[in-house]
C-alpha cells in the first residue's frame, strides 16, 4: 500500500478546471518529485493533498485513510505537513514562535518538542542564532529554512515542499537539496515540488511531469533525466 | 564552545522565564500608560496655554480651567476606556478577517440591557439593596459577558462565516443587517417587559463620591472627586486589557490568534482549526463589548436600545485612530479619542466664553482631529506593521 495516493483527482478554482485527473503515488521513504511549468497545477496538487483545497472529483489516500474530505487542521494531524510556496513565514512571529507554531499539535513543555526544536536547529543553525527575531526580517534563505522546520516541527510522515528554490541564490539552493536529502535519510518521505527540474530530479527517486493539470510522464528521476522531452522542456538541454 | 551554543538554545527554545512573560503582558500595558500620560499631559498644558492668552480679557479663566481640570482627566479615562474595550472587538475580528463587523455596537447594546434586566431581577426581588456592591459589579459584568460573547459568536456562525468568500461587501452589508435587526429586537422585547425602553440600571449603593484631595485655588479650596462608579469602570476595563494582554500575547491560544491573524492558510497548515480561533476572536471581543456595556449601563444609569450606534461608531474610530488590527492600538486609539472628546466638551464653552456648547460640538472637535490624524499617520497612532501578503 502506497503512502499517499492520489486517483484521478480533478480540482477546480471557482470554474477553472485545474486539475484535470492526477493520480499519484508516493512510497513510504521515497523522494518524489513533481515538475513542470508555471501553471501546470504543481501547487494546486499540494494544496489539495494538505486539505487547502476539496477536489471535485476523485479520491486521495493516506496511509490508506481517505482524506480529500478531511480539513487542513485534521490533515496535519495524521502526519501530512507543508512547506508551502513562498514561505508563508508568519512575519510578526519571532521565529522561535513560528516554530511553536508548527509545534501547536503537541506540548511545548514535552522532551520530544526539545528534541524536534534541536533537530530544527541542527538542520538549520542559522535559525539557532536568530530564535528572536522576527519571522519577516528574515531573509529569503532563512524564511526557506525556518518554512521546513516549520514544516518538521508538526512530526510529519509526509513533507509537501513546494518551491523551496524559489527565488534563492545558487549556492544555498544546492544547501536545501542537501538538507532535504538529508531529511529524507532520518525517515521523512518528502514530494516536492519544483520548476528547477535538474536539482530536483538529482535528489528524487521517481519523478511525474505535469502538464496543464495533467500528468504527461511518470518515471524513475534517471529516466526522466535522460528522456529527450524533459530534456527540452524542462531541464534547457538540446 | 559547542557547550556553550547548546546551553544558550536551550535557554532560548526552553520555557519562557517569568520576566519575559512579565514583560509581553506588561510591554503593551506601559504602552497605553504611556498614551494615557502623555495625551492627559498634552491637553492640559493646551488648556493652559488657551487660558494664558486670554487672561488679559478674562482674568478669571485659568482659575476655572485648572478647577475643572481634575474631573475632566477622570471623565476622559471613563470615556476612553469605554472606547477602548468596544475597539477591541472591531479592531480583533479585523484582525483576523479583514472584516469590520459592524454590529459590534449592538452586541456592547445587549450586554447593558442584559445588566439592566440584572439589576431589575435583584431589584425586584429585594436582594439589590442588602447585595455588596463588588459582587454587583462582578455579577453584572459576568453575565454581560457571557451573553454578548455567545451572541457575538452566534451572529459570526449564522450571518458571517457562510459569506466568508464572498467579496468583501457581502458581509458588510450582512453586519449592518444584523446590527438593525438586534437593535429592533431588543427593542421589541425590552417595551413587551418590565424593562421598557429606556431602562433603568439599578445598582446597590456604592457609598459617597471618594475625595482624593483639595486644590488651593483662589477663595476656597476645591475638592478633587472620584465617583464610585467611574472607579469601578476604570479598575475593570484595566483589568480587562491585562488579561486580554496576557491571553494574547503570553499563551498558545494567543499565537494562535496572531498566527491567524497574520496568515490564515498558513495556520491551518500548522493544525490550527481556523473556524475554532474565528469564533474565539468573537466570544473574546463581544464578551469585552458585552462587559463594557453593562460597565457603561451602571455608570450611566438608563439604557435602551439604540445606545450601541454612537459608542460603537466612536471606538471603531477609535480603532483606526491606534492602527486597525492592533489589539495595543485599540486601546491607545480608544484612551486618546476619549481625552479629545472630554477636553473638548468640557473646554470649548469656556473659551469661547459660551458661544459654543462644548459638549454639542465635542464630536464634531474629536472628528476632525481624527481625520487630520489619519491624514498624516494613515495607517493609525501604533500601526499595524502590514507586510502585505504575498
Known amino acids: 500500500m502506497a503512502l499517499l495516493e492520489l486517483k484521478n483527482v480533478h480540482t477546480y478554482y471557482g470554474k477553472i478546471h485545474a486539475l484535470k485527473g492526477v493520480s499519484i503515488t508516493v512510497e513510504k521513504g521515497e523522494i518524489v518529485t513533481l515538475i513542470g511549468s508555471n501553471g501546470a497545477g504543481k501547487s494546486t496538487t499540494l494544496r489539495t493533498i494538505s486539505g487547502l483545497l476539496t477536489p ?49 499539535l503537541h506540548s511545548t513543555r514535552s522532551q520530544a518538542y526539545h528534541d524536534d526544536l534541536e533537530r530544527v536547529f541542527t538542520l538549520f543553525p542559522r535559525l539557532r542564532e536568530r530564535t528572536a527575531q522576527k519571522g519577516g526580517t528574515l531573509s529569503g534563505g532563512e524564511q526557506q529554512m525556518l518554512a521546513i522546520g516549520r514544516a518538521l516541527m508538526t512530526r510529519p510522515q509526509v513533507l509537501l515542499l513546494d ?9 544555498l539552493v544546492e544547501q536545501i537539496f542537501e538538507i532535504v536529502k538529508t531529511i529524507n535519510g532520518q525517515g521523512t518521505t518528502v514530494l516536492l515540488v519544483e520548476q528547477n527540474a535538474l536539482q530536483a530530479l538529482s535528489i528524487a527517486n521517481r519523478g511525474y511531469v505535469l502538464q496543464s493539470g495533467a500528468i504527461v510522464l511518470e518515471d524513475s528521476a534517471q529516466a526522466l533525466r535522460e528522456n529527450e522531452t524533459v530534456q527540452k522542456a524542462y531541464l534547457g538541454l538540446e | 564552545m559547542a557547550a556553550e551554543v547548546k546551553a544558550q538554545a536551550s535557554s532560548s527554545s526552553g520555557q519562557r522565564s517569568f520576566t519575559e512573560v512579565l514583560r509581553t503582558v506588561f510591554g503593551p500595558v506601559g504602552q497605553l500608560i504611556l498614551f494615557i500620560v502623555g495625551s492627559a499631559l498634552a491637553l492640559s498644558l493646551v488648556v493652559v496655554l488657551l487660558a494664558l492668552l486670554q487672561i488679559g480679557a478674562r482674568p478669571d479663566i485659568l482659575t476655572r480651567a485648572l478647577t475643572i481640570l481634575p474631573q475632566v482627566i477622570i471623565d476622559g479615562l471613563v470615556r476612553g476606556f469605554l472606547f477602548a474595550s468596544i475597539a477591541l472587538g472591531y479592531t480583533m475580528v479585523y484582525g483576523v478577517l479583514e472584516f469590520i463587523n459592524f454590529a459590534h455596537g449592538e452586541i456592547f447594546m445587549v450586554g447593558g440591557v ?18 455588596p456592591g463588588l459582587l454587583f459589579v462582578i455579577l453584572v459584568i459576568a453575565v454581560g459577558m457571557v451573553v454578548s460573547g455567545a451572541l457575538a459568536v452566534t451572529v459570526e456562525r449564522v450571518a458571517y462565516r457562510p459569506l466568508r468568500g464572498a467579496p468583501r461587501l457581502v458581509p458588510l452589508i450582512s453586519a449592518i443587517g444584523v446590527s ?59 483589568l480587562m486589557l491585562i488579561a486580554l494582554n496576557y ?144
Request: a positive charge; zero cysteines; charged letters at 10%.
Open chain 1, 56 to 104: 471535485r472529483g476523485g479520491e486521495v489516500y493516506f496511509s490508506g485513510q481517505r482524506i480529500d474530505k478531511v480539513p487542513a487542521h485534521e490533515i496535519v494531524k495524521l502526519g501530512i505537513a507543508q512547506a508551502p510556496e513562498g514561505r508563508r513565514i508568519f512575519p510578526r512571529l519571532t521565529v522561535l514562535e513560528n516554530l511553536e507554531m508548527g509545534a501547536y
Open chain 1, 163 to 171: 518551491e523551496p528554490s524559489m527565488g534563492l541564490a545558487p549556492v
Open chain 2, 114 to 131: 442584559v445588566g439592566a434586566a440584572v439589576s431589575l431581577f435583584l431589584a425586584s426581588s429585594g436582594l439589590l439593596a442588602g447585595m
Open chain 2, 180 to 238: 438593525l435587526v438586534l437593535q429592533d429586537l431588543m427593542r421589541l422585547m425590552m417595551t413587551n417587559t418590565p424593562l421598557g425602553f429606556n431602562a433603568r440600571f439599578n445598582t446597590p449603593d456604592f457609598g459617597p463620591p471618594i475625595r482624593l484631595f483639595e486644590m488651593n485655588l483662589g477663595a476656597r479650596p476645591v475638592p478633587v472627586i472620584l465617583p464610585p462608579k467611574a472607579l469601578i469602570f476604570i479598575v475593570a476595563s484595566v
Open chain 2, 247 to 390: 491571553l494574547v500575547n503570553a499563551t498558545r491560544l494567543g499565537k494562535a490568534i496572531r498566527a491567524t491573524a497574520q496568515d490564515m492558510p498558513t495556520a491551518s497548515l500548522m493544525g490550527i482549526n481556523v473556524n475554532q480561533i474565528v469564533a474565539l476572536t468573537f466570544l473574546i471581543g463581544g464578551a469585552l463589548g458585552g462587559a463594557a456595556g453593562a460597565l457603561f449601563g451602571l455608570n450611566v444609569g438608563t439604557v435602551n436600545p439604540y445606545m450601541g450606534f454612537i459608542p460603537g461608531l466612536k471606538a471603531f474610530t477609535a480603532a483606526v485612530l491606534g492602527g486597525i488590527g492592533n489589539i495595543t492600538g485599540a486601546m491607545v486609539g480608544g484612551v486618546v479619542l476619549g481625552f479629545l472628546e472630554a477636553f473638548v466638551a468640557s473646554y470649548l464653552s469656556l473659551f469661547t466664553n459660551g458661544a459654543f456648547s462644548g459638549a454639542a460640538y465635542a464630536d464634531i472637535a474629536a472628528f476632525s482631529i481624527l481625520i487630520l490624524i489619519l491624514i498624516f499617520r494613515p495607517s493609525g497612532l501604533l500601526g499595524e506593521a502590514t507586510t502585505q501578503k504575498v
